[in-house]
């Protein structure tokens, strides 16, 4: 039988055993609460982090959405404009075609009608850089056209009033067989020597009247300034035109 002395000894041996397991279990239990409480922090964390990636990444991927939309937008009107300049350019090129063929026209108009003469042959008048011959000598109309073209001219074609007007200081008061005749197949319908349709004409008042229906040749009245049907028989003055290039 134990005494007393053991007796409290193995009580308190068992007390602190027994202690011992109650703070062990303590222990363990405080150990994993905090464990648990550290796990759940963590994983809060890791959440926020990945939702502020997400956010990150959806801000980004807008920016970059609405910068693609702009580029997008940009090089379609760059597109249109580069197409709109090419359509102007185009037409502007056709323009520039136009002028110059109107240019080369009124170039050739100019070089047929004009000659540019900067000199004229012996006997031949320069006006306006046209070569002129002035006959007084009387002849018929016919005889007349024949003459010029022995010259190498033409019975004189008067194209506009600038011509004609230059012409009436030479011809003062006189009068002179032109170029311009009835047709034989229309006697209403009046052609220049070279068979040219009349175009410009300068009849004087209550001209031309084919007086006796014999008047069928033109003349110039420098008097007048003005043109007169007259008999391609009478005999009066003539003036021709140069038709070579000078």
């Given at each position: ?136 000598s009387l002849e018929t109309w016919e005889k007349s056209r024949e003459k010029c073209a022995a010259l190498n ?93 000078c």
């Amino acid at each position: 039988m134990k005494n007393s002395y053991e007796q409290s000894l193995s009580d308190s041996t068992t007390d602190l055993d027994n202690s011992s397991s109650f703070f062990q279990e303590r222990f363990s239990s405080e150990a994993g609460i905090s464990r648990k409480g550290n796990h759940g922090w963590l994983s809060l964390a890791l959440v926020a982090v990945l939702m502020i990636i997400f956010v990150i990444l959806a801000i980004l991927t807008g920016v970059l959405f609405g910068h693609y939309a702009t580029m997008v937008d940009e090089l379609t009107v760059i597109k249109y404009n580069v197409s709109y300049s090419k359509s102007d350019t185009s037409d502007l090129w056709k323009a520039v075609d136009n002028i110059m063929g109107d240019m080369s026209k009124i170039k050739t108009k100019v070089d047929t009608t004009s000659q540019s003469c900067s000199s004229c042959p012996p006997g031949w008048k320069l006006i306006r850089n046209v070569c002129y011959y002035f006959k007084f000598s009387l002849e018929t109309w016919e005889k007349s056209r024949e003459k010029c073209a022995a010259l190498n001219g033409v019975l004189l074609i008067i194209n506009d009033q600038y011509e004609m007007n230059a012409l009436l200081p030479t011809i003062g008061k006189g009068r002179y067989w032109i170029g311009l005749k009835r047709s034989s197949e229309d006697t209403d319908v009046w052609v220049w020597a070279d068979e040219t349709p009349l175009k410009f004409s300068a009849w004087n008042e209550g001209e031309p009247n084919n007086d006796h229906d014999e008047e069928h040749c033109a003349e110039i009245l420098g008097g007048v300034e003005a043109w007169n049907d007259r008999n391609c028989k009478h005999r009066i003055g003539y003036i021709c035109k140069g038709v070579w290039t000078c």
